[in-house]
């Protein structure tokens, strides 16, 4: 069983910063690609960010200029630093991870979600 677990969300005023965390365990072989993707309420779920194994990025439009993701490989880990937040940031925010098992099953991976609001 793999489990993703996100960090770092929480509350914070516009123009602000945060970085989120998502480290991933369990039987991994190794993790193809990366991201962050993000739910606001009455709306769908929308890719944010990704990054492949050799940390080749896209971003949203919404997002390039503010956001940066990285990854970690040795800790099986991805990350999202948020600058110059706006009220239109606030959302859930899950990672997701292409895995390739222990087994060698490949397959997408999800984490819980970290809520993230951005408010005066």
């Known amino acids: 069983q793999v489990q993703l677990v996100e960090s770092g969300g929480g509350l914070v005023q516009p123009g602000g910063s945060l970085r989120l965390s998502c480290a991933a365990s369990?039987?991994?072989?190794?993790?193809?690609?990366m991201g962050w993707y993000r739910q606001a309420p009455g709306k769908q779920r929308e890719l944010v960010a990704t990054?492949?194994?050799?940390?080749?990025?896209t971003y949203a439009d919404s997002v390039k200029g503010r956001f940066t993701i990285s990854r970690d490989n040795a800790k099986n880990a991805v990350y999202l630093q948020m600058n110059s937040l706006k009220p239109e940031d606030t959302a859930v925010y899950y990672c997701?991870?292409?895995?390739?098992?222990?087994?060698?099953?490949?397959?997408?991976?999800w984490g819980q979600g970290t809520q993230v609001t951005v408010s005066s």
């Open positions: 997701n991870a292409d895995i390739i098992r222990l087994d060698y099953h490949l397959y997408t991976d």
């Open positions: 369990g039987s991994i072989f190794s993790i193809n690609t």
């Open positions: 990054i492949t194994s050799g940390s080749s990025t």
